[in-house]
T-cell receptor, first 114, second 113 residues
């Protein structure tokens, strides 16, 4: 079974600061990786995904993530955050070829101060 | 608009009540899921239905009873719940056996008195 670890539970940044949220997973096989975002009072939305190919993936709203297979990591980055990025961010993993066993990390609450 | 609609958005019930949560997906997916989201905990997968058959039940107490009458609808029947069952219940759908993400509804915020 896979597991996901998000090391930062709460991150507070000022606007225009750079962001990096850590995500490490544990699984013996090939994986698909996701970052979801949940804005206050809204549903979980897919931010970006990695299935194969270029390990640097770009998502919506200027976010990107890099898959480093040797480190079992899929860290989320944004060069300059905005107040509207305040939300909870979840890293998730599934085994390749199946959407069923989606395992989530515990989430990171990002607060961006104006 | 996510393509996955959950009702009601909020529900307050006593421990002896019986209620149901409803989920409908308009994406043509063949798998549907119930998750429980509690504060400061990872999302917990409760049930998975694939092609209207329950394929996973992750040690969920019997006071939660899912029903999937067709590939577009999913219910979660609740009875004699406990205060620790208060949480956000999320429904999701996906096209199984494909490298595709799950799509989530807005959730039902459940409070047990």
């Amino acid at each position: 079974a896979q597991s996901v670890s998000q090391h930062n539970h709460h991150v507070i940044l000022s606007e225009a600061a750079s962001l990096e949220l850590g995500c490490n997973y544990s699984y013996g096989g090939t994986v698909n990786l996701f970052w979801y975002v949940q804005y206050p009072g809204q549903h979980l939305q897919l931010l970006l995904k990695y299935f194969s190919g270029d390990p640097l993936v770009k998502g919506i709203k200027g976010f990107e993530a890099e898959f480093i297979k040797s480190k079992f990591s899929f860290n989320l980055r944004k060069p300059s955050v905005q107040w509207s990025d305040t939300a909870e961010y979840f890293c998730a993993v599934t085994a390749k070829g199946s959407a069923r066993q989606l395992t989530f990390g515990s989430g990171t609450q990002l607060t961006v101060l104006p | 608009e996510t393509g996955v609609t959950q009702t009601p958005r909020h529900l307050v019930m006593g421990m002896t009540n019986k209620k149901s949560l409803k989920c409908e997906q308009h994406l043509g997916h063949n798998a549907m899921y119930w998750y429980k989201q509690s504060a400061k905990k990872p999302l917990e997968l409760m049930f998975v239905y694939s092609l209207e058959e329950r394929v996973e039940n992750n040690s969920v107490p019997s006071r939660f009873s899912p029903e999937c009458p067709n590939s577009s609808h999913l219910f979660l029947h609740l009875h004699t719940l406990q205060p620790e069952d208060s949480a956000l219940y999320l429904c999701a759908s996906s096209q199984e056996d494909r490298d595709q993400p799950q799509h989530f509804g807005d959730g039902t915020r459940l409070s047990i008195l």
